[in-house]
């Protein structure tokens, strides 16, 4: 795709969302993280859901880790894999006490060496409590960059590189927001609203809906 049409493309995205944030609910940078783990493979609102009750006991590495890995289960186990992200939320939040004086890591190899942690979560959490431009790759992100043919890419990493490079830095910042909002109301996954999407002439997927019946 070439630079104006993609420039394009997300000055729509930009004009439809000027501020867009995410959908989990957080206080604190710990919140947010936890919250990360926890969305894996789970959607926003099933993590808000279990996150509202949790972090009003527990709001922090103490409370979470003093809650201990049964307890937590109970408060989670509406999310799917429930059983192994209070493993690792119990194990995050103990290394978090020992190792980093209780402070959320802000460089990537850090955030990615705690348990549950991989690179799309360290890239959200990068993006949202500090401030960098960085993309994290969600299925959204993945089958949007790929359908509008902005990022082409078997994996998402790829994607992400791809994203990285071609994506104007003025848009880096919310670009991934934006594409995940494009992913979740417009170019859903089964069946794409292209008769209704705002990018619709930049586009390059072949398989375009263009009929709401
Ligand atoms: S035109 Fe269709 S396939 Fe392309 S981004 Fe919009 S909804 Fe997705």
Known sequence: MNKDDLSKI???LKKATPEPVTELIYKTNFQLLIAVILSAQATDKSVNAATKPLFKIAPDAKSIYNLGEKKLKEHIKTIGLYNAKAKNVIKTCKILLDEY???IPQDRDTLQSLPGVGRKTANVV???AFGQPTIGVDTHVFRVSNRLGIATGKNVLQVEKKLEKNIPDKFKMHAHHWLIILGR???IARSPRCFDCKVVEYCKYKKKEMSND
């Open 10 to 12: 997300f000055q729509i």
């Open 101 to 103: 004086n209780n402070k």
């Open 185 to 187: 109301y417009t170019c």
């Open 126 to 128: 990068l993006n949202n």
